[in-house]
């Protein structure tokens, strides 16, 4: 809400990745990936993933860890659910996860089935934000990138036309917070935007 509330108003409308960094102050601390060697055999056959797994969770044993997590896409989850069922020591200790992206997409195919006939396809088609045929493979969580893009820009333009009745009812109901809200909302310094989150936090 702090994001669309400096977004209203404002010359300069950062994106939300260029607003969280300019409000966080948490340095994370820095991962390294390593990899694995390459198996040359299809991943799809059971023997292949099955390799897989035994080197991981050799890999988790050496580090002492009690579980091994392992990653793969939407087209490996139900091979590996099955070799998970098979074994019982992959029963206990394999953790089998569905890839953040194969995630975000079954999300975004979700939205599209709830949103189905509420007239945001034609919103998109008719602003010109994507094409006829973009709009089918945003709608079946097919296009990532796209649907993204599509998503963000439709919740902004939603919150433009909030923004104005969310601040009449704060007037109506805490003057005190409007006018903090107010003066914080139109102020680019990073404490103001700290201040406005704090206020936001224990009002609402």
Known sequence: MAFFLRRQDSDKKPSWTVFNQSVSSEEPEQTAAGYLPIILAPAHELETLNTVV???MAISSHFD??????????ALYCKLMELKWSVKEYQEKLIPRLGGLHTAMNFLKTIGDHMAGSGLAEV??????????AVQLVLSG????????????????????LVPTFLLFVAESDNDCYDDIS??????????????????KHKY
Do not use: P
């Open 54 to 56: 035994k080197r991981c």
């Open 65 to 74: 860890q009690q579980y091994t997590v392992v990653t793969v896409d939407q």
């Open 124 to 133: 998109w088609l008719e602003s010109g934000i994507l094409g006829e045929g």
């Open 142 to 161: 097919k296009a990532y990138n796209k649907a993204m893009r599509a998503h963000k820009l439709t919740l902004q333009a939603l919150w433009r036309i």
């Open 183 to 200: 003066a914080t909302a139109s102020d680019d310094s990073l404490e103001r935007i700290a201040e406005l989150l704090t206020c936001l």
